[in-house]
């Protein structure tokens, strides 16, 4: 029987609540503990079906993995395959992450082709073209593809048509051990970014520049074990911001990074909500009825994160007027609007754009989540409409947060997780 979120709408919510360690860093993270060749210790770290999807990817390759207390660790003195099969990269789609770690360690290396995913065609060109560049020889066969080293990777001048967070992390991953200097330039300037750089270089990396669009990685002979701890998740912050704004709550987050959650601030603002800081913390305060948003575009950081788009659209469906939503970063991350016009919102969309017209009621209604940030959004959505919402699919929003309707719960959400 498959659980699902049954959430009686209409609490304000309040109180504090605080945020776990980055999904989309530590996958990289725990990808890269592969170059480390010895023992990593993870703090921080989410317990996340992508977190366990990883752990059991090092597992298979030959490091030995376990949590204990809260902690992540990965000894990978010793690596005894160097493929990945098609029914483990299927279990989550950024196992293209492994790809970089996996060239520091293995002469030739062998991944199923990674599909698409809900959000579309997830395409590896960059990575290709920019490992190509480093050395790697590449071969596409029977839906698999196949990089062979050919001696050591060297170090080069990597130009990244598009700032790709994926790439920009494998590659930094592989230069760590390159012969030379690799110097990417227009990389992706996440936060994710410059903690992978800092894990990488407790390891023993020599990595400059991360977090800006020119990384510069001077090649070391090896790496070594660490211990490293992740960054909160600014995604799962924003997602509890709009959980306070759509319910004209007030919430205090803690352990947070204030600079990574500023992209989304003024959005929230728009919207009606006060927002202060406070060291780690953040509180939020909002008005009975938002007010919509008129623009927002997707950019990467520090522009507005595609993976607030859906939480924020959410926030919008009940606000006081119409909001437009131009999505530049996937190709289809729209597919929870349809969900959400079964809870009575009114969205239009046309290619990447959708147009929000705010109403002011949601109803209650049984929902599909169709991918992450989709299920964060009617999640979103059911706190404040009127009745109950049950929200299904929960394998989507199990991949990137940590018990959600806890903390919901514990922000005084009537939300609970039941057999469906
Ligand atoms: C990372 O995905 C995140 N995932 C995504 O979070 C996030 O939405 C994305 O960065 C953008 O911020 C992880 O970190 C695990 P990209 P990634 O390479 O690395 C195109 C979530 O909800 N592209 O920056 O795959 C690509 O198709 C997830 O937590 C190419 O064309 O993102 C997309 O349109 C979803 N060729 C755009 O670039 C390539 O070789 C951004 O992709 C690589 C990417």
Not at 279 to 306: C, N, W
């Amino acid at each position: 029987m498959m659980s699902v979120l049954k959430i009686n709408g209409g609490k304000r919510l309040s109180g504090e609540v605080s945020v776990h360690g980055a999904k989309n860093s530590a996958l990289p993270v725990l990808a890269a503990t592969l170059a480390a060749g010895g023992k990593c210790e993870i703090h921080n770290c989410p317990r996340l079906s992508d977190v366990e999807a990883a752990g059991a990817i090092l597992s298979y390759l030959g490091c030995r993995t376990g949590w204990s207390d809260g902690v992540f660790s990965v000894d990978s003195s010793d690596v005894s395959r160097c493929e990945i099969p098609d029914e483990l990269m299927r279990e989550m789609r950024s196992s293209i992450a492994f790809l970089g770690a996996m060239l520091t360690r293995c002469e030739c290396v062998k991944l199923s082709m990674p599909g698409g995913c809900e959000l579309g065609p997830r395409p590896i060109d960059l990575h290709i073209d920019a490992l190509g560049r480093m050395g790697a020889r590449v071969e596409e066969r029977d839906g698999c593809i196949i990089f062979r080293r050919g001696g050591r990777l060297r170090g080069c001048r990597v130009p990244l048509s598009f700032p790709s967070v994926g790439a920009t992390e494998n590659i930094m991953t592989a230069a760590s051990t390159a012969k030379g200097t690799t110097v990417i330039t227009n990389a992706a300037r996440e936060p994710e970014i410059s903690d992978l750089a800092d894990f990488l270089n407790s390891c023993g990396a020599r990595i400059g520049g991360a977090g800006g669009s020119t990384v510069v990685i001077e090649g070391v002979e090896r790496l070594h074990g660490c211990i490293h701890s992740v960054i909160p998740d600014r995604i799962e912050a924003a997602t509890y911001m709009a959980a306070a704004a759509i319910t004209g709550g007030s919430v205090l987050l803690k352990n947070v990074i204030a600079e990574h959650v500023m992209p989304v601030v003024p959005s929230f603002e728009e919207m009606g909500c006060v927002i202060s800081f406070c060291g780690s913390d953040i509180k939020i305060e909002a008005p009975q009825r938002l007010h919509a948003v008129r623009y927002i575009r997707t950019m990467p950081y520090p522009g507005f994160p595609t993976d607030a788009q859906a939480i924020v659209m959410a926030c919008t469906c009940r606000a006081d007027g119409s909001s437009v939503f131009a999505e530049t970063i996937f190709d289809s991350r729209f597919r929870h609007t349809a969900e959400l016009a079964r809870m009575g919102a009114r969205i239009k969309t046309d290619g990447r754009i959708a147009v929000v017209e705010g109403v002011s009621r949601l109803c209650g209604a049984p929902v599909a989540a169709t991918d992450l940030r989709g299920a964060a959004a009617l999640v979103t959505a059911g706190l404040a409409a009127e009745g109950t919402t049950t929200v299904s699919q929960l394998r989507h929003l199990d991949r990137g947060y940590q018990d959600i309707e806890t903390a919901l719960a514990g922000l005084g959400a009537d939300i609970k997780r039941t057999d469906g």
